[in-house]
């Protein structure tokens, strides 16, 4: 069973940065998208960000310029930098990982950006 432990939440003031890891279980490489979600209080939970495997990088339009998604190796993780934070990025963000068609899922981290 893959499983996808996250940490680097927290609380921030806003135009602060967080980064956000995510590790796998399994070599991430053995997937072929991974990324990140978030939910807020009252919302659907919305894609922030996807690292494919095979092609480009995919952004929410209102975190482009300000987030990056990266694969790293060495630690076998999947990374968020997120840079700027704005009061209304605050969410619970979710890593996520795709294999043979099967969506995988962390338990979640609470993102708080302060106004």
């Known amino acids: 069973q893959v499983q996808l432990v996250e940490s680097g939440g927290g609380l921030v003031q806003a135009g602060g940065s967080l980064r956000l890891s995510c590790a796998a279980s399994?070599?991430?490489?053995?997937?072929?998208?991974m990324g990140w979600y978030r939910q807020a209080p009252g919302k659907q939970r919305e894609l922030v960000a996807v690292h494919r495997r095979y092609g480009s990088s995919r952004y929410e339009d209102s975190v482009k310029g300000r987030f990056t998604v990266s694969r790293d190796i060495a630690s076998n993780t999947v990374n968020l930098q997120m840079n700027n934070l704005k009061p209304e990025d605050s969410a619970v963000y979710y890593c996520?990982?795709?294999?043979?068609?099967?969506?995988?899922w962390g338990q979640g981290t609470q993102v708080t950006v302060s106004s």
């Open positions: 399994e070599n991430i490489f053995s997937f072929n998208d």
């Open positions: 996520y990982a795709e294999q043979r068609n099967v969506d995988y």
